[in-house]
């Protein structure tokens, strides 16, 4: 049996797990609920087996992908987008006769701030587009909408988040060349709009690995079951790196590069492991990242980055961490107010629940999978490792507690209030309402 068809049953595990649970948290897993989706399992498995019958056959008739390596690591692919509870649902695909699948997500705020005026914005509109060349060599695009956009009139963004071509020899060894997502830290890489739960992302995801940040360069990827039905997945990449722009308001922002600055590169890994728990919790998964590169303009100094992260769910309820950190070496040179090192770290957790009341309404607000989430999420962040309240920004803390209800898994209605604890600035705090959509 090939590589590539082990890999579909380990995907189909997968899929059953993360279905079976999704069930249970949205309304308590009546056999019913079971039954559906272990019917669309059912759909999707045979969807797979006509592809890999007839590719043409299936892009005409928008079937689903075969599995990759990047979905037995993540449960997210082109073609099944997977939420961070683990619940599988398929995205909406408009396939053109060339073969190309177009999708994305929509994310939507208001704004209200203790110190600022209250403003709407059109965040973020985010264009995904996959093809596949040949049965082994796959394409994968993000573009990025920001503000509206740029004009004359618009400070926006048009940005490319990713763009990659993969190879897939084996579902343990996927090659790839590109603009390259970074792999470090897991929610650079689960980072869409829709899958959170707040509005806002954590301070680790704005100023320290800023999502979604991807690079031109090449990598290798790949996933594989060991142990007791444990899964094992790595992502390494080698790209341009940092230049040393390293700040204590923006933290990493301005050090990322298009062109290099240098003739050294930077490597980028996480090594990630879902386990098998037999039954103590529904999901858990750990992974570990590091980045090490030469970053100054002479070649000389080097910056060395540690991550670890963490998601785990037992039935309504889910937590999940993230913890990053970055080391510059410095020389002679360099100002003495340089910045040395920065780190952020972040802990959530969730609740997700759906009255008895409504659990029998079905109109076009309440959907089988429906459901409340109410969230709690604590953070800190050190831009300056050398000083205290070095910026508004360094030093700072922060408590979110927010309401989410999900029509749908992709579909999501947020209000939020977060209380700022800052160093050298007066505490603040900020309400946020937001709407965020896969279309």
Known sequence: ?????????????????????????????????????????????????????????????????????????????????SQPDGVLVAPTEHTAPGGIRWGGYFHWRFQDGSEDNSFFDQHRVILQASADITECIDFDMELEIEHGGISDEIEGEVVLEKAEVKFHVSDAFVPKVGWILVPFGRYNLHHDDPLNDLTNRPFTARYLVPTGFGQPGVGVQGAAPFGCDHVFSYDVAVTNGYRDAFTDDNGVREARQAEDDNDGKQVWGRLAATWNTRGVLDYLETGVSG????????????????????????????????????????????????????????????????????????????????????????????????VDGASSRDDLDALTVGLNYRITERTVIRVDHTWYDAESADDTTEWTLSVSTYF
């Open 1 to 81: 049996m090939r590589a590539r068809t082990i890999g579909s049953m380990w995907l189909v595990a997968l899929v059953v797990a993360g279905l079976a649970s999704g069930a249970a948290r949205a309304d308590d897993g009546t056999e019913e609920r079971i039954r559906r989706l272990e019917a669309l399992v059912r759909e999707q498995a045979e969807q797979m087996d006509r592809l890999r019958r007839d590719l043409d056959a299936s892009r005409r008739d928008g079937g689903a992908s075969r599995p990759t390596a990047e979905e037995l690591q993540a449960a997210v692919g082109a073609y099944v987008r």
């Open 291 to 386: 980045t090490w590169g030469v970053y100054d303009d002479a070649d000389e100094n080097e910056v060395t980055g540690y991550a670890l992260d963490v998601l785990l769910r037992k039935g309504p309820f889910e937590a999940k961490a993230e913890w990053v950190a970055y080391d510059y070496e410095r020389n002679a040179s360099d100002p003495p107010d340089a910045v040395r090192g920065q780190s952020a770290l972040w802990v959530e957790g969730a609740w997700h629940f759906m009255p008895c009341a409504l659990q029998a309404c079905r109109t076009c607000l309440v959907q089988d999978t429906s459901l409340f989430t109410l969230v709690v999420r604590w953070q800190t962040m050190d831009l300056d490792d050398r």
